[in-house]
């Protein structure tokens, strides 16, 4: 009985092994592919953990194999009487005294990166205020969104965070309403957002690893705050010193709202202006809005966080926010006809800060050139598109699909990024994303 | 089946009646691990009076400095470490087999436990009149919180002594009412200690 | 008494156990009520994980899903983990320390039924109005603003079942200082008693600030005050700061007494004397000391600063050493051993590696700086589950074949329990183990699901499959308990062959005064020194005379039920009103929950009144029916 368990287990490490060997998980969201220097350090630490505590698991299973294997009273015969041992000594400072080195081994980088992990000081200036010479952003964390203020220029975004790369990059953390934790795992750990006071730390965005991800990371919200914390992702565009200083310099021009150029969309905007504004500012200013900001809006890679950015989930989500983010704050709050929504979802996918700068497809377009010949199978357009689809998911795959395609296709997704099923699915499910989300939100 | 070990006759009364029998000293122990339990109740009474005691919602909202007055606080004071003494008292009749001084003193020790609570409440009604309520801030509701569990110990504690004091009228003392009579004063020495450091640390330490 | 049941009805029996005050029927009604909630925990978990088997699942809707993490979490912690390991508590304490009772068999009724009422109330949530769904950490700000009555139902729920936990501990405290049997010396007692020992000293100081914590979130939300509420002054991380003061020590109180049961386990069916008995008690006293010191490791990423979270981090590591003498010396105990595979020494050695798997990954985010990955991620499910389940609940497995015999007189079927085992051991892995890899790749914990697309498919699937096999491994034991009890096949005295300590020496079904004539205790392992030196037959202390025992109380069944009306008057009384926060204000006024509130008071108080006023001596056994009981005993033998 024992030797079968005992053979299923190592047959499931095995398993486990080669699983973590063939994928330390996706690029642009795992712990395990660290994108800059905070996390390589974090890494680092977990990495020396695991190999001393690997180490231990491994002692003791030997240890203990042997001491079950060698007492089995089959062996002993039935009437063997063991003798009884009160203690020893000298094994017992052993087992007390590796422990303590084994520990100290781990201690001593771990209170080494406590301290240095914690060092904001760079930015404040000596007067408590925001440090101009530095990257400082302010994140407000809401149910179930994110703002991201730009202090030093006077910028506000929503949702989708806007970094340079190859620089310290700090970030004020506070929510507005409930406690969230803001984490972007492949750049390093996560730190709370607290209704009360205001956490600061740091993140580092390698170029290069950047690249790897398609300039583009996941965060995601990691204390539950409500039905929807599950949904409340957003991404993290990486974009090299000058394009994001660009990016800055265009937001900061937009001082009126970008007028709508077709037809429908003026009527939008109208709209708009008369059921929206109160909530979503369309000038990258007014931080701690009701909304999130809506400025660059037609740029963005998602829609509420996690839907593909297409007219079609815009409208959708306009129609019944609640399918698709449970107890989100948008819901009931105005009152639009299908027409009207279609003239407002034309007016904001208008809304683009000038053609060009910081748009991470041309970015994309120029990584993949430089690297045609690279090894890097898994960046490029296609892990792209997959991701793309893949977001889209939830308003898109039907229940019967759901079963059979998805533990398969979600895997190879996973291990091999292969783009064709998952973009299939989602092309063809699109027509049916209304019924089945309404399902799948109640 | 009478329980003639608990009716003691004087001359083998022993020094302890409260822990003479093991019931008694089950009672005894038992007592002091939930004063245990209750020192945690109150270190975390005070950990979230700290931290909330300068905390209002406004500057019109009056903080400790405008409230207390020290005084009062040290006639309160009074009142209560000398009924601590009182209830000593008794116990030391209670241990001479003494049955009605032991009643006596413990009668005055709830006159004083009543006294100290007619001051609470007239304070109460004070702070209530310049702003300072339970829902008004979080120093108020800390404030109330805490002392209001002290509050309410000492209604438990008179409750209980008065209890004690009727239903043993007719029984007097035995080893088995000593042991009751003990526990309740024990309880009413830790509501006393509980006091003092109410005293330092909220009014002491408030107006200062 | 007690020991004219036998011939009583179905009515009467029912009476007897709502009135019992024997901590051995005490210990049948944690068993069954834990072991209810255990299976509804158990269901909750099915639910969790059916919705994440897949990306995009609609099986449970966003809500609902967060109430089910939050009561699977809770029932699991406070109503079945624990009131399971207080059945077996009670079950062995005093029978291994040489007692007829408890020291307050009032107080040990009392215990239970504030438990049960605690637990029926706080599972009415799910019929009144939808369940608590601010996790089973409830932190501050989520549970002041959710809306409508859930978190009250968790706040007062936990409020009533927490008292009767304190109580308990208090009980146990008391118990094993003051009623060990002659000769039981502080170094005699069997481990379990020691952990039973240092888990209830650690219930003493930390369910108080848990109450504390409680008694805030009561007040602020049914009671109008500011203790959370940021606008007035209020302050959230106050609630984690006094969860977690309870919370972690809450993890060595639900640990150490399956500590206890191991090392019972290990040394009865290896057949010999638990290696380094002494290291072992002093690290038992370690971890519970250390457990108070460790509790900001779970707010790592709060903010508290470099200095407390370095601080933190040094002191959790601090608590691996004692944690590993303790898995060295049961290898040792093993080692060189005679060992029977037992359903219960099954349990045992699963739990050793296991557990090690769990206490690596605890020293693992004992790291701060890594800990920040971890936190909040797959990978701290998958933690303390490794703890949780690979410790506690083998434990709880283990104890309930190993102590069956002891509680009931009959024995599960070994074969069933080997099935079980297997089954169970590899769901088990296979639920949790792949759960670190979710974390590390970036999966939050608490997410009612996940976009296709991010790497998460294959391994939730596999965890949901793992889970499964793990509720197929309940029934089989569901139908393993109802079968055995169907068979009645009673055993006698010492049925395991090789007890060693005192509980085995006696006569089964044990009689409801449990020792004839308490013994005389000559060693650790009593009756194991007695099997050696005296054929098994324990030297009594005293002469065979009348002794006395308690009587019955129908009164903390009504102490306890008046808490629980109480709590539908508090539940309510903030509805509708305009001073109340958000989340009930729009609800309907209920007139009536004041004038509840203060029946229910009334109940308890009234009930409390008539427990002092009374006078309750108990009763006598006399000689001549204990003389009848043994010769009884011997015939039977024969």
């Known amino acids: 009985m024992k030797n079968r368990w005992m053979n299923a287990k190592w047959l499931g490490l095995i398993t486990i092994l080669a699983a973590f060997a063939s994928g330390c998980g996706k690029n642009h969201l795992s712990t395990l592919r660290p994108a800059g220097e905070v996390g390589q350090e974090q890494f680092d630490l977990m990495l020396l953990s695991i190999i001393i505590m690997l180490f231990v698991v491994i002692a003791v299973s030997i240890v203990f194999t042997i001491a079950v294997v060698k007492s089995r009273r089959k062996n002993m015969g039935e009437d063997f009487e063991p003798k009884?041992?009160?203690?020893?000594?000298?094994?017992?400072?052993?087992?007390?005294?590796?422990?303590?080195?084994?520990?100290?081994?781990?201690?001593?980088?771990?209170?080494?990166?406590?301290f240095k992990q914690s060092d904001t000081e760079a930015s404040e200036n000596d007067a408590g205020e925001v440090n101009s010479e530095e990257v400082v952003i302010n994140v407000t964390a809401n149910q179930y969104w994110w703002e991201f203020e730009y202090p030093n220029v006077g910028v506000v975004t929503g949702q989708e965070l806007v970094v340079p790369t190859d620089t310290k990059v700090y970030f004020n953390l506070q929510a507005s309403d409930v406690k969230h934790s803001f984490w972007v795992p492949a750049a390093g750990g996560k730190m709370d957002t607290n209704v009360e006071g205001i956490n600061s730390f740091y993140l580092t965005f390698d170029d290069e690893k950047a690249q790897d991800s398609n300039r583009l990371f996941y965060g995601k919200c990691a204390e539950l705050c409500g039905p929807s914390h599950a949904l409340m992702d957003f991404k993290v565009k990486t974009l090299p010193e000058d394009e994001y200083n660009q990016w800055l310099a265009d937001m900061k021009s937009i001082e009126e709202p970008v007028q709508a150029s077709a037809s429908d969309a003026a009527e939008g905007q109208e709209i708009f202006n008369n059921s929206c504004i109160g909530?979503?500012?369309?000038?990258?200013?007014?931080?701690?809005?009701?909304?999130?900001?809506?400025?660059?809006?037609?740029?963005?890679?998602?829609?509420?966080?996690?839907?593909?950015?297409?007219?079609?989930?815009?409208?959708?989500?306009?129609?019944?926010?609640?399918?698709f983010k449970p107890d989100n704050k948008m819901t009931g709050a105005y009152d639009l006809t299908d027409e009207e929504i279609a003239s407002v979802a034309a007016y904001l996918m208008e809304l683009k800060v000038e053609e060009g700068s910081g748009d991470v497809e041309t970015l994309r377009q120029n990584a993949e050139e430089s690297s045609e010949e690279g090894s890097t199978e898994s960046s490029g357009e296609s892990e792209g598109s997959a991701e793309e689809a893949s977001s889209e998911e939830p308003a898109a795959e039907g229940e019967e699909s759901t079963e059979e395609a998805s533990p398969e296709s979600g895997?190879?997704?996973?291990?091999?990024?292969?783009?064709?099923?998952?973009?299939?699915?989602?092309s063809d499910s699109e027509e049916s994303t209304s019924e089945s989300d309404e399902e799948g939100g109640n | 089946m009478a329980h003639m070990e608990y009716n003691v006759p004087s001359e083998r009364w022993p020094a302890h009646p409260e822990t003479a029998t093991m019931e008694g000293k089950n009672k005894f122990i038992g007592f002091w691990i939930f004063l245990a339990g209750e020192t945690t109740l109150f270190a975390s009474l005070f950990a979230t009076y700290l931290a909330l005691k300068d905390s209002v919602p406004g500057e019109d909202h009056p903080l400790a400095a405008d409230l207390f007055a020290l005084p009062l606080a040290f006639v309160m004071t009074m009142f209560l470490l000398t009924s601590s003494l009182t209830s000593v008292y008794a116990i030391y009749h209670m241990r001479n087999n003494n049955f009605a001084k032991m009643q006596?003193?413990?009668?005055?020790?709830v006159l004083l436990g009543l006294g100290f609570l007619s001051l609470e409440i007239y304070e109460f009604i004070e702070y209530v009149h310049h702003g300072h309520t339970f829902r008004s801030s979080a120093f108020g509701s800390a404030f109330y919180f805490l002392l209001g569990t002290h509050g309410f110990h000492v209604v438990?504690?008179?409750?209980?002594?008065?209890?004690?004091?009727?239903?043993?009228a007719r029984r007097g003392i035995s080893v088995y009412t000593a042991a009751k009579v003990n526990t309740a004063s024990?309880?009413?020495?830790?509501?006393?200690?509980?006091?003092?450091?109410?005293?330092?640390?909220?009014?002491?330490?408030g107006v200062m | 008494m007690a020991s004219t049941a036998k011939k009583q009805g179905v009515g009467s029996v029912i009476w007897e156990y709502l009135t019992t005050v024997d901590h051995k029927k005490i210990a049948i009604l944690y068993l069954i009520a834990g072991g209810f909630f255990f299976v509804v925990g158990g269901i909750e978990a099915m639910m969790i994980r059916i919705q994440l088997a897949v990306p995009n699942n609609d099986f449970l809707s966003a809500g609902l899903f967060n109430e089910m993490i939050t009561m699977h979490g809770t029932t699991m912690i406070f109503l079945a983990a624990m009131p399971l390991l207080f059945a077996f508590m009670n079950a062995t304490v005093p029978l291994q320390i040489g007692a007829r009772d408890v020291a307050f068999p009032f107080l040990n009724a009392l215990g239970v039924w504030l438990f049960i009422f605690g637990g029926i109330f706080l599972n009415l949530s799910w019929f009144l109005g939808g369940a608590p769904d601010a996790g089973w950490t409830s932190y501050a700000s989520l549970s002041i603003a959710s809306a409508g009555h859930g978190i009250d139902f968790y706040a007062l729920g936990l409020q009533i079942s927490g008292a009767g936990t304190l109580i308990s501990g208090i009980n146990f405290v008391t118990t094993i200082i003051n009623m060990r049997a002659p000769g039981m010396t502080y170094m005699r007692m069997p481990l379990m008693t020691w952990t039973t020992l240092v888990a209830s000293v650690l219930i003493v100081f930390a369910f108080p600030p848990l109450t504390i914590g409680l008694f805030l979130l009561i007040f602020d939300r049914m009671f109008g005050s500011s203790f959370f509420l940021v606008e007035t002054g209020g302050n959230t991380i106050i609630w984690e700061h006094l969860f977690w003061i309870f919370g972690h020590p809450e993890v060595y109180i639900l640990i150490l007494p399956a500590f206890g049961i191991f090392s019972e386990i290990f040394a009865t069916f290896a057949r010999k004397r638990l290696f380094g008995y002494s290291a072992m008690v002093f690290a038992t006293i370690i971890i519970g000391f250390f457990g108070f010191m460790v509790w900001a490791h779970h707010m790592f990423t709060v903010g508290l600063g470099p200095t407390a979270n370095?601080?933190?981090?040094?002191?959790?590591?601090?608590?691996?050493?004692?944690?590993?003498?303790?898995?060295?010396?049961?290898?040792?105990?093993?080692?060189g051993g005679s060992i029977e595979f037992t359903t219960p020494m099954l349990y045992a050695l699963a739990f050793i590696p296991s557990f090690t798997m769990g206490g690596v990954t605890g020293v693992m985010q004992a790291a701060a700086p890594a800990d920040y990955q971890y936190h909040d991620s797959y990978f701290i499910v998958a933690h303390f589950h490794y703890v949780i389940v690979g410790g506690v609940v083998f434990g709880l497995l283990a104890g309930l074949h190993y102590y069956w015999p002891l509680m009931f007189g009959t024995m599960l079927s070994e074969k069933l329990g080997k099935i079980t085992f297997v089954i169970f051991v590899i769901g088990f892995h296979m639920t949790f183990l792949i759960q670190h890899f979710l974390g590390l790749w970036g999966m939050p914990r608490r997410v009612f699901t996940y976009l296709d697309g991010q790497g998460y498919n294959t391994a939730n699937l596999i965890s949901s499959i793992g889970a499964l096999m793990m509720a197929i491994a309940v029934i089989i034991l569901v139908i393993n308990i109802i079968m055995t009890i169907a068979k009645n096949q009673k055993v006698g005295r010492d049925p395991w062959g090789d007890g060693r300590t005192l509980e085995w020496s006696l006569p089964l079904p044990v009689p409801y005064y449990n020792f004839a004539q308490i013994p005389l205790v000559r060693g650790l392992d009593a009756y194991w020194i007695e099997k050696k030196?005296?054929?098994?037959?324990?030297?009594?202390?005293?002469?065979?005379?009348?002794?006395h025992m308690p009587n019955n109380s129908f009164i903390p069944f009504v102490m306890s039920f008046g808490l629980f009306v109480a709590g539908f008057g508090a539940l309510y009384f903030a509805s509708g009103k305009d001073w109340a926060i958000d989340a009930v204000s729009g609800l309907p006024v209920h007139p009536w929950a004041p004038w509840v509130l203060g029946l229910g008071l009334a109940i308890t108080i009234g009930a409390m009144i008539t427990r002092s006023v009374k006078d309750d001596l108990g009763y006598y056994v006399t000689k001549e029916e204990v003389l009848r009981d043994l010769e009884e005993e011997e015939r039977r033998a024969k």
């Open chain 1, 411 to 426: 895997e190879e997704a996973s291990e091999e990024a292969s783009s064709e099923p998952s973009e299939e699915s989602a």
């Open chain 2, 156 to 168: 438990i504690g008179l409750g209980w002594i008065t209890l004690l004091i009727l239903r043993n």
């Open chain 2, 186 to 205: 024990l309880y009413w020495h830790f509501i006393d200690v509980v006091w003092v450091f109410i005293f330092t640390i909220v009014y002491l330490l």
């Open chain 1, 279 to 323: 909530c979503h500012a369309v000038t990258p200013t007014g931080a701690g809005a009701q909304g999130p900001n809506l400025t660059n809006f037609g740029d963005r890679e998602l829609i509420a966080g996690y839907l593909a950015h297409s007219e079609e989930n815009l409208i959708n989500w306009i129609s019944d926010p609640e399918a």
């Open chain 3, 310 to 335: 370095a601080i933190f981090a040094l002191a959790t590591m601090a608590i691996a050493v004692p944690t590993g003498i303790k898995i060295f010396n049961w290898i040792a105990t093993v080692w």
């Open chain 2, 104 to 109: 006596l003193w413990l009668g005055i020790t």
């Open chain 1, 84 to 114: 009884d041992i009160a203690g020893n000594h000298t094994l017992e400072v052993i087992w007390t005294a590796i422990p303590i080195i084994l520990l100290i081994i781990l201690a001593v980088p771990t209170v080494y990166l406590t």
């Open chain 3, 533 to 547: 030196a005296n054929n098994g037959r324990m030297m009594p202390s005293e002469s065979l005379e009348d002794f």
